[in-house]
């Protein structure tokens, strides 16, 4: 039995852990192309991007762990069906839920570690990698002027070349229009030729320019339309360009920790019980508010003019003045539409409260659903490759896509009820793994019981049996 606990276990981590790096490049690749216009063109560094890549794989292991398991289970037990192995231990006396075993026992682990990860490592990967790709989204445009187009890219200038050598430095033909003063197109600069280069500390772009002229416009203390040109000939003239804006960089840490996908298990229970204490206290202050402006002033003489008056006539404003009694129209109108802005904007907020509050609980029961999804999944694969006797990469990944997609759009799907708050966030996020539940159940036991559950000649005949009686 130890022999053979060996060999299921070698059996299986080999595909696990195979399946597992495919399934996190494919997603990592998704992610890549996904944010492509943001990386591209920016004189990122190497390293940057690096960095960006590893933080976007472990944000993606909750994705890809699911279907590992499920993928190397149906691989582990299709292998040994095909190679008829499943058939020399139950002729031993070994049945599948005994040979199943020791990968429960695994499985199980590889869910305790996926709630471990889901816990304590991913809120840090999330917060590492949410504030890395705003600062590499906010990231300029590397430095790139084209021949014959105009390029605005440098804070306060507008560069035009006419054509630029194979080097990238030596340029003709330049037009450089200056707004750093910010009263437009009032400064211009033209020359024959320049070089480019920049300075030591990358800090700088030096453009120095040969045999050109520099126009300026003045403003006049004459007439409206007077404004005199001051022209000035150089033949060498040099101006430096502030790069600075080109460096990336970093944003505090700090502005993101708050956010709901950046906090473990205790942190979003605190969180969650802080925005409900606050809720509580603005639905208070909205009741006494709202209180305040429905007493039209009892106390007032306004009020004491605006009872009543008995008769068949019982007009609220009857008997006071007409210019009294349009002040007092016009001062209950703008209460009226002080009242329903004060109204609305409440509302407004506590809805806003409350939709925080479901985002904290979905991404409180996401912490259970990835451990439980694995061991679910576990109990579809294992059986399934028991049943289909296929391995490889074959009809196995078929299979395993099928019943992944399934899993997780259901889980999309959840997700987006429970943030629309059409459903609670419990039921939105554990539903897909509560349907899947008694589909592993289901193929367990008839896998123990030799089922030809996919074996199309069996329906065939029993068909045949039907129509026969």
Known sequence: MKKLTQLVLKSYLGPFILTFFISLFILVMQFLWKYIDDLVGKGLEWYIILELLTYAAATFVPLALPLAVLLSSIMTFGNLGEQYELVASKSAGVSLLKLMRPLIFTAFIISISAFYFSNNIL?????????????VRQQKPALYIKEGVFYSGIEGYVLKVGSKDKDGQNLKNIMIYDHTD??????????ESGKMEMTADERYLQLTLRNGKNYEEKDSNGPINSHPMLRREFKEDIIHFDLSTFQMSRTNEDLFKDHHQMLNIKQLVEAEDTIRTKMNQRTEEYRSNVVSYLIFGRDSTLFEKTKLISGSDHHLLKGIAAQESNNILESALNSARSIKSYVESSLDDVKYRERTIVKH??????????????FVLFFIGAPLGA?????GLGMPVVVSIFFFLSFHIMSITGEKFAKEMVISPFWGMWYPTLVLLPIGAFLTFMANRDSALFDMNSYVTAFKKIFKK
């Open 123 to 135: 809120p840090i990967t999330n917060l590492k990698m949410g504030s890395l790709l705003y600062d």
């Open 182 to 191: 910010g009263v437009g197109n009032r400064r211009l600069l033209i020359a």
């Open 361 to 374: 609980q979905i991404e409180f029961h996401r912490k259970f659903t990835l451990s439980f999804a694995c």
């Open 387 to 391: 049943i289909i006797r296929k391995g």
